[in-house]
Every structure is written in C-alpha cells, then in structure tokens.
C-alpha cells in the first residue's frame, strides 16, 4: 500500500473570511489506528486526522457546519464518523451531518442505520471501482430502495477519467443525488467535456446537485487552479441553487502535498466573485441538502 502524504498542518484563514454558519460539505476523518481499525484488505489507509484536528482546522477557516464522509478504509463499520459527529456536536446545536458508505446499505441491519440516521447521517456515498468497494446489481437495487426508506440522499464518487459512464445507473432516481468533485470534468476541454455534458443535462431534472471540490486533482496546469475557474462557473451558472463546497480534507490518496485550506477556500472564491452567490454554496444550499438546523 503507498505512502499518502498528510494534510497541511499550518492551514491559515482565507481572505477574507467566509459568510456565517459556511459549510465543509465533504470531509474526512482517520484514526487513529489503535481505536478504528482499517477493514481487510482496505485499498488504503492515510496518516491520522482526527475530527479534534478537523474541528480545529475549520475554527482557524471560519467554517461553522460540515459533513464528514465515511472512507471507504473502514467499509461498513462507521464508528470513526459516530464518535466523530458526537464530539463535534456535543453541548449545542448539530452542525456536523454525515454521509455513510454505500456499503452500510446491503452489510448492516435496521438498527445499524437507524443508529446512523440518529446520530446525523443523511447521505450514502457510492464510491468508484478502484477503492475496493463494489456493489451488484441486486445489492445497488436494495441500497437505493433503504436510501429513500430513510429519506437519505445518493452521493457519487466519480472514477478518475470523469464521471460520465457511471450515470446511467443513477440517472432515474427520485431522491437528491450529489455528484462529488464536479464530477471530474477535464477542465482542458470545456463545454466538449461528456461529464460535464451529462451533468448539465441531468440539472435539468431537479434533483442533481454537484460538489465543487477537488480543484487540485482535476487542474492539468497546477497551483493556483486557474484552469478549473471556468468549469466550476460553468457548473454554478447552470444550478446556482445546486451547487456545495468541500475541502475533501485531509486528501486522500494524495501522491503530491495536499494544499493548504486557506487557499482552497480562496479558490472558492474565484469561482463565486459575488457575495451573493458565495452565500448560496457555503451556506444556503448546504442548509437545504443536508438539512442542517436553522440556529
């Protein structure tokens, strides 16, 4: 298994700082190992980054709310996002949701997901081939029927060439669907782009939504990103009101030194040049998706 490099350890504060109650749409949390085992033959395992870590990171951003996301390193077994969305939203209001691995859908009984659902979770999350995770047709069909049983959301995972060809199997569904990492469109090839083309036709229905994450893995030209601002307005342009922010922190499967969060907070801002349209991803329409109080 490779060696994955860590998180920047010395984020800093955007400039300026985001709007009040601003939301970490995607996350995640590891370790460390000796409380939360990696299940047999996890496709990978990164340095610990605990949500003590994650709280204090996103005090020093500004950010308020956030969804953690369970990695695929612990399967079905989700205690490491349990006990995280208890410290985070101990002794007030929930500002912390999660989103579960598919995988919990077809390996867990009733009771497993009530427990998740009481504790915040709202979504599950279909992962791409190569993370060890894989569903049949037959166990796909039971997942999305427990998704709208539970009255979660469907969060997808594209494969690194683009999300186009996994569409199909998600296309039809009645429930919110988020496609992550605006959905790993080739930033070199514009509108011509097949993930970007399907994903704008499928805003058309409603319930499409897309995550506008994972800048410094789809960019071809490096920091500062400068070529993914033109996919990610032209994603904001076709669903202003569909549209969430995530860090992906700590950066999983990172083979080069993650960025620093300040200045993908800071990207984020390049991509929304309006105050009112920074206030609809960071904080509205998180609040909407995920369901988050109102206090």
Known sequence: MPDYLPF???????VPLPPPLACDSQFHVFGPREQYPVRPNAAYEMPTATWQVAQRLHATLGIARGVIVQATTYGADHTVVLDALEGLNA????????CANAAVLTERDDAYLQKLHDTGVR???????????SLSAAEQARAFARVKELGW?????????????????????????????????????????????RMLELFERGNFWVMLSL??????TGAPWDDVVPLARRLIEAAPDRCV??????????MKQP??????????????PDAATRQKVLVDNPARFFGFETA
């Not at 920047?8 to 955007?14: E, L, N, S």
């Not at 979504?123 to 995770?133: K, Q, V």
């Not at 922010?245 to 990172?254: R, T, Y």
């Open 8 to 14: 920047d350890p010395h984020p800093r504060a955007p």
């Open 91 to 98: 002794g007030g209001p929930r500002r912390y949701m999660g």
């Open 123 to 133: 979504g599950a999350r279909f992962t791409r081939g190569g993370l060890g995770i």
């Open 153 to 197: 959301y469907v969060k997808v995972q594209p494969e690194p060439d683009g999300i186009a060809a996994q569409l199909a199997t998600f296309e039809a569904l009645d429930v919110p669907v988020l496609l992550d990492h605006m959905g790993r469109a080739d930033p070199s090839r514009g509108d011509g782009d097949p993930s970007l083309a």
């Open 215 to 220: 800048s410094e893995k789809i960019s071809k």
């Open 245 to 254: 922010w995530g860090s992906d922190w700590p950066h999983p499967v990172s």
């Open 259 to 272: 960025p620093n969060e300040g200045a993908l907070l800071e990207l984020l801002y390049r991509f929304t």
